[in-house]
């Protein structure tokens, strides 16, 4: 797991979404829990997690340098001394 920003708006919005509750019964103003919740809420949507766990793993590819194609048939293949 990457410790991106993706990844902990995700792990900071769902501690959120836990505490608030037990947050709410020590603040009484609901109005500052809410916006906490939607600045929180924005501020993960704009940044995607890549947890496998809800299937946003990043593909790693490898890179290489080669761009021929592979050879289907080996058939058609045309060599240097026997021509195609």
Known sequence: MEFNQGNISTIVAMLWTILCPYISTYVSQDA?????????????????????????????????DDTTEPVLNDEYECDENDGC
């Open 32 to 64: 500052f829990i809410a916006i906490c919740g939607i600045i929180i809420i924005i501020w993960s949507a704009c940044n995607p997690n890549t947890f496998s766990v809800f299937g946003n793993a990043v593909n790693k590819t490898i890179k290489t």
